[in-house]
């Protein structure tokens, strides 16, 4: 069974910085395009960043550019989301996902983690 377990959300001031985990079971995360996508409330997921497998590229969504950083480490299955310089805007759900491929756009993805909830005080 696949599996992705999202984890290191928090409260944090603005400026701050997290790093989100996502820890996969079921699968192997280099047979996977995996990435980030946030929802805030009221609004629809949008891809956050991802990266590809076989290449090692990725995207980042311009609104977080040059603050978050995607990375994986495939011998722990596990994603990675460096955020720093947190922004009251950047306030969301956070899900991990993985699926065949490597957009920024939901219908890439086939399986979802359950979510971790970034709180960005102003």
């Known amino acids: 069974e696949v599996q992705l377990q999202a984890s290191g959300g928090g409260l944090v001031q603005a400026g701050g910085s997290l790093r989100l985990s996502c820890a996969a079971s079921?699968?192997?995360?280099?047979?996977?395009?995996i990435g980030w996508f946030r929802q805030a409330p009221g609004k629809e997921r949008r891809g956050v960043s991802c990266?590809?497998?076989?290449?090692?590229?990725?995207y980042i969504a311009s609104s977080v550019k040059g603050r978050f950083t995607i990375s994986r480490d495939n011998a722990k299955n596990t994603l990675y989301l460096q955020m720093n310089s947190l922004k009251f805007e950047d306030t969301a759900v956070y899900y991990c996902?993985?699926?065949?491929?490597?957009?920024?756009?939901?219908?890439?993805?086939?399986?979802w983690g359950q979510g971790t909830q970034v709180t960005v005080s102003s």
């Open positions: 079921g699968f192997a995360s280099d047979n996977y395009q």
């Open positions: 990266i590809n497998n076989s290449d090692g590229s990725t």
């Open positions: 996902a993985a699926g065949p491929r490597s957009v920024p756009q939901r219908s890439g993805y086939r399986y």
